[in-house]
């Protein structure tokens, strides 16, 4: 009798190194929001890393990549790691050419995703997984009817909206209630929790500059997809789930380049954050739920990536 193969989902995944939040990507973060890193010492900005990286649980389940709408994230405050990515990764839906994007296309349905950090794990194959399909289930849209679906075809959704953080801070200190409030609000959507050091990859570049330098508020909005892995066996191959986990995020200082001689003023700040999770121990129901989306939003099947289910 042949011996059947192991239990789990049959992934190509090579281990990587993570996007860092260290000194450099935090002081170019901080010069956005109008501090100058010449005034702050390595020993500050090691501690302040410090501290928000002791604010955040170290959860079970890993990240294979890490997405934001393509555009979205200078190319200047993408990290050197993505270098070493292989090419398919790094954009899920190609940008459409110029132009209306064909009727019943993924293009006109949603924007494209690129690649912005380094999660625990690479694809080898991009093209034999299923980060397309996640991020399609995880599009804002596509994913509130699937949670309005969800006794009737078991999507495993999970959402977290808490209440907005407001008060008046430092505007190192509004970064910092960014940094920890996202990670703590994308990892309790999921079970057991997020991987620590795939929450500080997405900080790596989380807090992006102005279009225009001279606005009196800072208003900038965020958004980051991480596609999920739990209890990946590199020997075999298999994990025990697959999923996805999206924040988003606006963070809004209010005349956030006002200081005094001291450098201590304190700013109007507001922080809405939400996060929305669906894992996944089976791909033929995670390819059913994505076959939905398509049937449900009028994308064509020909026009959209194919969802695998062995």
């Known amino acids: 009798m042949p011996i ?41 900005l090691q501690q302040y890393i410090s501290e928000v990286e002791t604010q955040l649980a170290d959860g079970a389940v890993q990240s294979f990549m890490i997405t934001a709408p393509s555009g979205t994230v200078a190319p200047d405050t993408l990290p050197a790691e993505l270098d070493a990515v292989e090419e398919p990764s790094l954009l899920l839906m190609t940008a459409p050419a110029p132009g209306e994007p064909p009727v019943g296309s993924l ?8 690649t912005v950090a380094v999660g625990n794990w690479t694809e080898n194959d991009a093209a034999q997984g299923w980060a397309p399909n996640l991020a399609v289930i995880q599009f804002q849209s596509h994913f509130n009817w699937l949670m309005s679906q969800a006794g009737a075809i078991g999507f495993p959704g999970v959402v977290d909206a808490p209440p907005a953080y407001t008060g008046n801070y430092p505007n190192a200190q509004a970064i910092q209630t960014l940094f920890v409030n996202v990670g703590v609000t994308a990892s309790s959507t999921v079970v057991k929790g997020i991987d620590r050091d795939t929450m500080t990859a997405v900080f790596s570049n989380a807090i992006q500059p102005l279009a225009d330098a001279n606005l009196t508020n800072y208003d900038e909005p965020g958004s980051r997809a991480i ?67 398509l049937k449900q939003f009028g994308i064509d099947p020909n026009q959209a990536p194919k969802c695998r289910t062995v």
């Open 4 to 44: 059947p193969p192991p239990a789990g989902i049959l992934l190509d995944l090579a281990p990587a190194t993570p996007s860092k939040l260290d000194a450099t990507t935090l002081c170019q973060q901080l010069e956005n929001i109008g501090l100058s890193c010449a005034q702050i010492t390595n020993q500050n």
């Open 107 to 114: 293009a006109a349905a949603m924007p494209p995703n690129q």
């Open 227 to 293: 596609m999920l892995v739990e209890n990946y066996n590199q020997t075999t191959g298999y994990a025990d789930a697959i999923g996805v986990v999206s924040v988003d995020w606006r963070l809004q200082i209010t005349d956030w380049q006002r200081k005094t001689k001291e450098g201590g003023d304190t700013h109007p700040t507001v922080l809405n954050i939400s996060a929305r999770s669906a894992l996944y121990s089976d791909v033929t129901l995670l390819c059913q739920h994505y076959s939905a989306v």
